[in-house]
């Protein structure tokens, strides 16, 4: 009896220790972003401690395979275009960070891994009139269609469009407000989804405090 009693004890010990080991990390996780050659749109949720254009390049392309880089410029209204002129010289090297998106020209396929710590504060962007670039931050997994999107932005229909970038077609899916809650086509979306989105109003979304970040596990898309 003792016997059976002591192989009972290990096996508990054991279980418990095998989901404690396997539980997801609070602190460390990434987003993929599937990128094909030629134009791609991606987003950085997580703390990579990447700062600049020039580092983001190398990480995705070691051997120059990324040959463009752009960032979108809200009171111009237009792409800063930060050019690879090889040997990691990127000129303008404009900075990065959480939270920024990009549009890059590739070479080649491949799978960028935004992959870090959580970030010490969610993404908050300043939407202006006029087109933006915004990515869903970690801590809204609620939304997971464009219409949510849009409504959560502007209840009152501020947002009249937002953009879902085609890989496979290399063109952009135009959704569009028609009133109402009523978004046609109103495709799916997830955290860390780069969105590129038409306004008429300035926002500030999402509203509340940047500080608080929900614990968020390791995931792709």
């Avoid at 990009?102 to 202006?128: C, E, K, R």
């Avoid at 801590?139 to 997971?144: E, H």
């Amino acid at each position: 009896m003792k016997k059976y009693l002591f192989v009972l004890l290990l096996i508990v010990s054991l279980s418990i220790l095998l989901a404690v080991e396997s539980a997801p990390s609070e602190t460390v996780g990434y987003v993929k972003y599937p990128s094909v050659v030629g134009f791609n749109f991606a987003a950085m949720p997580m703390d990579d401690g990447m700062t600049l254009v020039s580092e983001v390049g190398m990480y995705m392309g070691p051997n120059d395979e990324i040959d463009a880089i752009f960032l979108w410029n809200n009171s111009g209204q237009y792409w800063d275009g930060c050019t690879n002129y090889g040997g990691g010289f990127w000129d303008p090297d404009l900075p990065v960070g959480p939270g920024s998106v990009l549009y890059y020209s590739s070479f080649y396929a491949f799978d960028y891994y935004s992959i870090g710590t959580m970030p010490a504060a969610n993404a908050q962007y300043n939407i202006v009139p006029g087109f933006n670039t915004i990515m869903i931050p970690l801590n809204r997994s609620d939304l997971t269609l464009v219409s949510e999107v849009g409504n959560d932005i502007g209840p009152a229909d501020e947002i009249d469009a937002i953009f879902l970038w085609n890989n496979a077609g290399q063109y952009w899916d135009g959704c569009t407000n028609y009133g109402g809650g009523f978004w046609d086509p109103d495709l799916p979306v997830s955290i860390g989804t780069p969105m590129y989105i038409s306004s008429s109003a300035a926002i500030t979304w999402p509203a509340g405090p940047r500080g608080e970040v929900r614990a968020s596990s390791s995931r792709s898309k």
